[in-house]
């Protein structure tokens, strides 16, 4: 396995960790499938009881790596992207974004997100899927991409976790929501110093490996079918058919499918 993203199980807590710091964890292909195996791993493992995702480095997550990404690159990801074009594009977004996060969010075991520093964008979509948010003292929350011709990442938590108003204004001005606030309004369970995330995420998470596993299953359903009674399940693939106008949007006003201003978003989360 790449390292890429590192794997452990101890106490029954499997660690899932970032390990790509000095691009800021952002994701490519190869991350997200490798983290998808993770998750699969943990939720396949009898001897895990929670799943714990961290990253190495001063940054969780710069979100999705787009670095140079023109239409052809991004094309030559998948060849069916090449053939089919947006249609291909959105069946792959299905798979590795909207679908990626929906599959971790569903896995019946508690987990936790430690989050530090900058988690921008395509960073939302790991934590978002989590149970439970730990944040460092340090944590910021961005969703910068609307500068980039869509209205929102693929999977679009924002007004499930901050409430509508809370949710324009992060959209509307792409700046970060700060730790503090973020507990406030309810996205985030706990914050601490940056140099004690390690140690009191994973105290939280051998805490609630202490509980009955059948029971951790079924607390967990019904808080998730709650939100899916509410509406949330059918939202997000309403607001994903909607991400996916933009990207048909950019690619007719400039043959890519996203209008990549790079400094903008890097400025927009201080990365």
């Excluded at 948010?133 to 910068?144: E, G, M, S």
């Excluded at 309403?238 to 690619?251: E, K, P, Q, T």
Aim: net charge negative.
């Amino acid at each position: 396995m790449s390292d890429l993203v590192l794997y452990d199980v101890s106490d029954h807590v499997a660690t899932i960790t970032l390990n790509r710091p000095e691009r800021r964890n952002a994701q490519n292909p190869q991350l997200l499938d490798l983290l998808n195996d993770c998750w699969e791993r943990a939720a396949a493992d009898d001897d895990v009881k929670v799943i714990l995702l961290r990253a190495e480095g001063p940054h969780f997550s710069a979100g999705h790596d787009t670095s140079g990404v023109k239409n052809d690159e991004l094309s030559s990801v998948d060849d069916n992207i090449a053939e089919t074009g947006t249609l291909g594009l959105y069946r792959w977004e299905t798979k590795r974004f909207l679908g990626y996060s929906r599959r971790w969010r569903e896995i019946p075991k508690p987990s936790i997100a430690a989050v530090q520093g900058a988690c921008i964008a395509g960073g939302l979509m790991l934590v978002w899927p989590c149970d439970l948010i730990v944040a460092a003292d340090n944590a910021r929350f961005a969703d910068p991409v609307v500068m980039m011709g869509v209205g929102g990442v693929e999977y679009h938590g924002h007004t499930w976790e901050l409430g509508a108003r809370k949710a324009k204004e992060m959209l509307f001005t792409a700046k970060p929501v700060l730790a503090d606030e973020a507990e406030r309004r309810g996205m985030v369970n706990r914050v601490v110093p940056v140099e004690e995330l390690d140690q009191k995420s994973r105290e939280l998470a051998l805490e609630i490996a202490q509980m009955h596993p059948h029971a951790l299953e079924m607390a967990k359903r019904v808080v998730n079918q709650t939100l899916d009674i509410q509406g949330q399940y059918a939202a997000l693939q309403s607001c994903f058919d909607i991400h996916h106008l933009g990207h048909n949007s950019s690619y007719v006003q400039t043959g890519s499918f996203i209008m990549v201003d790079h400094n903008a978003v890097k400025a927009s989360g201080k990365v």
